[in-house]
């Protein structure tokens, strides 16, 4: 009996050769075990050999070993013969599923006889004989102890009818695959165990489980056959849970015993192997036996809230595939679950296994796994999903990639091995670094901006209170007034970024990092020096603070600098030449139109110069090809997605001058200096001009290197095109801020560029060189971290009122409140503060001169005197209170004071106020918004549509579960 | 071109190039000013035509058979001034209860609408809308001819405010002063009245937080709230609502004989600079009060436009009042009964008024001191049976005037213009009327400053009452000044 192991046979943990029965340690008597084996191969030369040394080491072997080779084309049937102590192979056909073959493998040769009490080891005539059925795989290799173990665990719990092994990865790893499996009551295949999660014994607890894998299966023969085998309507997937809830059902426990390990190579999961054996879709079938195991053995009272509860999911799950861009998942989705429901013959299962039930179902509900892990999984496969499916959109053409990996691989062989962990980490990935930098600064130039209240400056109105304000000025304005398309995007983003405070705060404060992460996005595409890289993304994102938007407020810059990386890697990735045939990418048009449509709404003059360029670009320099209409389509899209904005803009030329916050925008710029101008530093920036001037002088001088001279003149065209456009902006009285970040942003990309081709020269004046421009950003760092409050930002409450003012504006009084400023001897400002005062977009959205006419006559007549008229008039208005902020002019003070219906109530030291008498008139305010309902719905289609198509492609996912025999298609 | 780009000079080159072009673009070029005004509001008219009016008449109190009448006139308007939108609807001379029946009414523009002469007076006001509101004026008058009203008592009716200034009054016990508050309004008002006298800002808790009530008046005891104090200034401020003011002054001689009665004119506000039109001419007492009312001690100078020029009081070149104070000044000696007028110039803002009595110091006026004209000032003259002499100076350069006497159905009788020399006061004087006048005095030239008085005849006959009256002689609320106001959404933040 004990024969020489194959030579090589050195790759399993512990190989200790059994040389007895097996003894139970409990000390109870010995019980013979007669054991069956089944192997079913399929197209399984690869693994084979294997599964055949595994059996030679196994020690006790089965008593009969019967092979069955589902009509394989390779030479399965051979390799099958070979296998120790085989019975004759069953050949049948490719169509057959698992438990289809086993039951016709035990057809042809029958379980093993039970020997004759008579053995080698003497009279063993007394013991009692268990015979068991052992289903095998032919891409597992079971350990040599493994089938003495689970009968080890057999003697000693006789109850259980099933035994499982502990499944770990082929050949020899230690990751866990499957200690017995379950299943939600919503059908998804439940192992419990994590993706990658190594055995380190954390599951070795023999226990009761609902399921285990037909991968090393052993079943008690009385119980394969009171159950009938396996389910014949379950070819291939959740056959084997069917078969443990049956188990369970009847009484039979299902037990795993995790000291017997079997290697499985989940050759069919991992795609290895064609998965086949049947003409529908993989996914689909999925989801039908899933959907079939739970009606055909779920307790009746549940049958209702289970079938709502599929009739939900799969609505989910239809939704999530059609967003990416997958219908025919959803197809399969319905089709699965409405075929099982209506014609899935479930009730015919039922009705069969009504006399199984010998254990009530609370018996059994501790083994199915709860929703919330279900939940859980379903969250975690879906962000990994996202995810790998968003790394693969960008990188989708492998000879590019294989150079870029070399090129990589390159640029890391140099980092020592000896340093520590956390030092290599630093050199193997510089802007990481950079970047905790850049935040943790962040932090620090924000220190008393953050937690005050809301963020103001003359530039920047408060943040709204709170989404649904936002959501609702988006699309309000008064009658003829566009509402500016910013708000809509940021009440999108405030949405999933903690409000409109939240992302105000985000955005503003958090403007360098986040740009500085954009702009590394960008540079890794064509920027291969890890350091080059780091300190492009770096000064970029520090080229946010010394243009002033930060400091200044202005929130169209900021939106603009961390939108314009991501613009320019989506046009990087459209216009690239490539070694491929198919040139371009519809989807990184789709993004760039995104990207396009938030410049056209934060920063309009930075968008439409953008705009043309890549017009031009496209025609002249792509032609009218693929790539160049991808290009002009994404302008296109851009200018539809901000429709009624786009409209706006035409009819108002004027508001290209301006980006978000407003019309006090319109000043930022060069001025009248030529030095601000030329170092594309708007004046009141909090950085001095001559901080650009080494930036400019090494971006010069890299232009006379030889080679790689595209990029860098891409630069120079961005510097040089945001110079002009500042020139002709300011010339027409514009706002020109971002227009100046896009120099900054060109020269940056020069001097990357640059510094990428000679950073690993070792020339001194290379290394001076690019010295310099470390020390520049350095010194401009420590700036920021010094002088980064400064600005005419501040933290405060959103309005400037006394607290009971701010109060009464809110429901159910929805007062309104006229705050009236006047210098001496200057005109009256005035502003009706209702709803909570004024927020971002009011200066947009600000009424027509027309429309507040009725308060400005008012407010005119009391400014020469009054006549005595007004607190009625006021009180018609549907005005509450006047409000004279200090310094209050003495004389419209007193002619307030005088006027018949106001009387003075409380107010901040040195303000005024005085409350309209509107007991006796039931006023009317001027001011009404209107609520674009059209255009908000159709901005929200249009938006959905590009979202959609910038999303990458999702692919149905089907979880084969580990032992999973994979069949051919048979066509 | 890409082949010329390859070359690194021109490369260099072409950038060099392109960002001097551009830096030398942006030194031709100017930037323009950005436009960050709130959307620039269309141009507001810088005036409008008043539309609205509501003057308030006051009356005497019961005393002596009296003849109180209100004469009003909606004036003929100069050439070209535009007229309020509406139709022309009467301005009602109508009692102040909302209820009540109106009296009289002004129905057409150019013709004096007047009250019933009644006996027994109640205060009266001139109300109404449309265009005939526009420069509305009235007089009340009231004569009598004995008991403690003798002789006139006549003021032109007033516009509701929140500011008047009151010069030389007295709660002493030869006169009886009552300062008369009316609300014309629905709406309760709120006064608070300072008080400053010969020694100093008084503190009279009995003079703040006046409540007048809607369309009501309330008097004002100087009597019971200031006794034995003489010179009293009052500045009456409504801090809520808006009232009119006026003053009453009975004046009694030592042995509680009647010395006529008048109201107060109010003052201007306090400036460094004043002038009191109008001086009459001819005998009595002539006496100049200065009222302080600030914390520093003020240093005037006086000086008097009489009719040949200005000339400085000898001995009181410079007076000096008290903080807080009010000082009289008697200057009928130095005024020799000339028709003059006082500037008084100050380092600390003042404000004054003259007091005037006849020759037998039987009847008195007040006028205090007066803002120059900045336009037609209208005034209704009643029926009056010596001449009215409008007294017109012009303090600083030589001024010019146009004016316009016409009667009650708007016939022009005198059309004249009139150029005052330099410091000079110009008199001309117009004849007894029988009935109500009205007068239009309009600044041509220079700054000046005018009025109207009435003086007994320089011989009574033996059974005349002494009527001694003064008018002053004030812009007129034709047009409203208009401030311009611009909605602006960040006025609301600071």
């Known amino acids: 009996m004990e024969q020489e192991a194959p030579a090589g046979w050195e790759f399993f943990d512990s190989v200790d050769f059994p040389t007895d029965h097996i003894d139970d340690p409990m000390g109870r008597p010995r019980v013979r075990h007669v054991v069956t084996a089944v192997v079913v191969g399929h197209e399984g030369a690869a693994w084979l050999p294997r599964l055949s040394e595994a059996l030679w080491a196994l020690n006790p072997r089965p008593d009969r070993l019967i092979a069955v080779d589902t009509g394989s084309t390779d030479e399965t049937a051979e390799l099958l013969a070979a296998m120790p102590g085989v019975e004759s192979v069953v050949s049948v056909s490719a169509r057959t599923g698992f438990g289809m073959a086993v039951a016709r493998g035990l057809e042809a040769h029958g379980f093993a006889p039970i020997p004759s009490a008579v053995g080698p080891y003497g009279d063993d005539g007394h013991m009692p004989v268990v015979e068991w059925l052992w289903l095998l795989h032919d891409d597992c290799a079971p350990a040599p102890k493994a089938l003495e173990k689970l009968l080890l665990q057999a003697t000693m719990s006789p109850a259980t009818g099933v035994w499982g092994p502990k499944l770990r990865l082929w050949p020899r790893d230690r990751e866990l695959l499957e200690v017995g499996v379950t299943t939600s009551l919503g059908g998804r295949r439940d192992t419990g165990i994590e993706i990658g999660e190594l055995d380190q014994g954390q599951h070795d607890q023999p226990r009761n489980v609902l399921a285990v894998s037909s991968a090393g299966m052993l079943v008690r023969r009385d119980v394969w056959e009171a159950l009938h085998g396996f389910d014949p309507r379950l070819p291939m997937f959740r056959d084997d849970i069917d078969f443990g809830w049956r188990a369970s059902r009847a009484g039979y426990q299902v037990g795993v015993a995790p000291d017997a390990v079997i290697y499985h190579a989940q050759a069919a999961a991992t795609g290895e192997r064609a998965l086949a054996g049947t003409r529908r879709h993989a996914y689909q079938l999925d989801r039908a036996h899933a959907y079939y195991t739970v009606l055909a053995n779920a307790p009746g009272k549940l049958l209702p809230l289970l079938i709502l509860r599929f009739l939900f999911g799969a609505l989910l799950r239809s939704i999530w595939f059609l967003i990416g861009k997958t219908p025919s998942g959803a197809v399969d989705e319905w089709t699965a679950l409405l075929g099982t429901l209506l014609a899935g013959g479930w009730t015919q299962a039922r009705k069969n296994r009504r006399n199984l039930d010998q254990v009530p179902y609370d018996h059994i509900k501790g083994l199915f796994s709860r929703s919330v892990h279900a939940l859980r999984h379903n969250l975690e496969e879906t962000t990994s999903t996202i995810s790998e499916r968003i790394r693969e959109a960008w990188a989708d053409e492998p000879e590019e990639q294989v150079v870029t990996t070399a090129r990589r691989a390159k640029s890391t062989a140099r980092v020592a091995g000896d340093q520590p962990r956390w030092r290599r980490q630093l050199i193997r990935r510089p802007f990481l670094g950079a970047w905790v930098v850049l935040a943790i600064g962040a932090l620090i130039a924000a220190r008393d901006l953050i937690g005050g209240g809301f963020l103001r400056s003359n530039l920047l109105l408060p943040a709204h209170e709170n989404l649904a304000a936002l959501w609702h000025a988006a699309a309000s304005a008064p009658p003829g007034v566009t509402p500016p398309a910013w708000l809509a995007q940021l009440s999108a983003f405030s949405t999933v970024m903690f409000g409109p405070d939240g992302a105000t705060n985000i955005l503003l404060l958090g403007a360098v990092p986040l740009a500085g992460l954009a702009a590394w996005v960008m540079l890794r595409s064509f920027v291969v020096d890890r350091v080059a890289r780091a300190w492009g993304a770096s000064a970029y994102g520090l080229a946010v603070f010394t243009n002033g938007a930060i400091s200044q407020g202005r929130l169209g810059t900021c939106v603009a600098a961390i939108v314009l990386p991501l613009l320019g890697a989506a046009v990087h990735t459209v216009a690239r030449r490539r070694r491929v045939y198919v040139q371009g990418s519809w989807r990184a048009a789709w993004f760039a139109g995104i990207c396009l449509a938030v410049l056209f709404a934060f920063t309009p003059a930075l968008g439409l110069l953008i705009a043309v360029i890549l017009v031009l670009g496209a025609v002249f320099g792509l032609g009218w090809r693929r790539q160049g209409r991808q290009l002009v389509f994404s302008v296109v899209l851009g200018l539809l997605l901000v429709l009624p904005w786009t409209i706006d803009l035409v009819q108002h030329p004027s508001k290209l001058g301006q980006e978000a916050g407003g019309p006090p925008t319109a000043a930022v710029g060069p001025g009248d200096s030529l030095q601000h101008l030329l170092t594309g530093t708007p004046v009141g920036a909090p950085a001095p001009w001559w901080f650009a001037v080494p930036l400019i002088l090494v971006a010069l001088v890299s232009l006379l290197r030889e080679s790689r001279q595209r990029y860098e003149l891409l630069g120079w065209f961005a510097a040089l095109a945001g110079l002009a456009g500042t020139l002709v902006a300011s010339r027409l009285g514009g706002g020109s801020g971002p227009l100046m970040f896009l120099m900054t942003a060109g020269w940056i990309i020069a001097v990357t560029v640059a510094w990428d081709s000679v950073g690993k020269s070792t020339e001194i004046i290379v290394q001076g060189v690019l010295g310099i421009v470390l020390l520049t950003t350095v010194v401009t760092a420590g700036f920021w971290l010094v002088r980064g409050t400064d600005g005419p930002l501040w933290s405060g409450p959103a309005q400037d009122l006394p607290a009971y003012l701010v109060s009464s504006q809110d429901p159910p009084e929805n007062q309104s409140i006229l705050v009236v400023r006047k210098a001496p001897a200057g005109q009256m400002r005035f502003a009706l503060v209702k709803d909570g005062g004024p927020r971002m977009g009011a200066l947009e959205a600000a009424p027509t001169p027309a429309q507040s006419k009725p308060i400005t006559d008012v407010l005119a007549t009391l400014g020469g005197g009054g006549s005595g008229e007004e607190g009625r008039q006021l009180a018609a208005l549907a005005i509450d209170y006047v409000y004279l902020p200090g310094p209050v002019d003495p004389t419209l003070a007193s002619t307030l004071d005088s006027l018949p219906g106001l009387t003075r109530a409380s107010a901040n030291d040195g303000d005024a106020s005085w409350l309209v008498d509107r007991s006796k008139i039931e006023g009317k305010t001027p001011l009404n918004d209107q609520t674009h309902t059209v255009w908000r719905i159709l901005g929200l289609i249009g938006w959905i549509i590009a979202l959609v198509f910038c999303l990458p492609t999702v692919r149905r996912t089907v979880a084969v579960p580990h032992g999973t025999h994979a069949r051919r298609d048979p066509r | ?494």
Request: aromatic share 4%; net charge positive; charged share 15%.
């Open chain 2, 1 to 494: 071109m890409s082949r010329l780009l390859s070359d690194p000079r021109l490369r260099l080159g072409a950038v060099i190039a392109a960002m001097a072009v551009l830096a030398g673009l942006g030194v031709v070029t100017h930037p323009k000013k950005p436009d960050t005004s709130p959307a620039a509001a269309a141009t507001e008219p810088a005036r409008t035509v008043v539309n609205r009016t509501a003057l308030s008449c006051p009356v005497l109190a019961a005393g002596g058979k009296m003849a109180s009448v209100v004469n009003g006139v909606s004036p003929t308007l100069p050439e070209g001034t535009p007229t309020a939108a509406g139709t022309a609807q009467p301005l009602t001379i109508a009692p102040l209860a909302a209820t009540s029946n109106p009296v009289g009414s002004i129905l057409r523009r150019g013709f004096i609408g007047s009250s019933a002469v009644v006996v027994k007076p109640e205060p009266l006001s001139i109300q109404g809308t449309g265009p005939l509101a526009a420069g509305t004026v009235g007089t009340s008058t009231t004569t009598s001819e004995d008991g403690v009203n003798s002789g006139m008592a006549s003021v032109p009716c007033q516009q509701p405010g929140s500011d008047f200034w009151f010069v030389g009054a007295s709660g002493a016990s030869d006169r009886r002063d009552v300062l008369i508050l009316t609300n014309l309004d629905s709406i309760n008002a709120e006064v608070n009245v300072s008080v400053y006298a010969r020694t100093g800002q008084q503190d009279l808790p009995a003079a703040r937080g006046i409540v007048v009530p809607a369309r009501g008046t309330f008097p004002l005891f100087l009597k019971q709230i200031a006794p034995n104090l003489r010179d009293i200034a009052m500045h009456v401020e409504s801090t809520g609502g808006r009232v009119s003011a006026a003053v009453r002054s009975n004046a009694l001689t030592g042995d509680s004989v009647p010395a006529g009665v008048d109201w107060l004119n109010t003052s201007a506000a306090p400036a460094t600079k004043v002038f009191v039109p109008a001086v009459a001419p001819g005998g009595g007492l002539r006496i100049l009060s200065i009222a302080n009312p600030t914390d520093l001690q003020a240093t005037a100078s006086l000086s008097i436009n009489g009719p040949n020029g200005s000339f400085k009081p000898a001995g009181l070149e410079t007076v000096q009042v008290a903080a807080g104070s009010v000082k009289t000044i008697m200057l009928d000696p130095v005024l020799h009964g000339d028709p003059s007028a006082i500037t008084v110039t100050s380092d600390q803002p003042v404000t004054a008024s003259m007091r005037m009595t006849d020759a037998a110091r039987t009847e008195f006026a007040s006028i205090g001191s007066a803002d120059a004209l900045t336009g037609p000032a209208y005034l209704v003259l009643p029926a009056h049976k010596q001449p009215a002499v409008l007294q017109v100076t012009a303090p600083g350069k030589t001024g010019s005037v146009k004016f316009e006497l016409r009667d009650a159905a708007g016939r022009a009788m005198i059309t004249r213009a009139l150029d005052v020399v330099g410091g000079a006061t110009s008199q001309v004087s117009f004849p007894a009327q029988p009935r109500p006048t009205y007068l239009m005095v309009q600044q041509t030239r220079g700054t000046v400053v005018a009025g109207v008085t009435l003086m007994p005849a320089a011989k009574p006959a033996k059974d005349d009452v002494a009527q001694v009256a003064a008018w002053p002689l004030t812009t007129s609320l034709v047009f409203r000044a208009q401030l311009g106001a611009q909605p602006d959404v960040s006025a609301a933040l600071r």
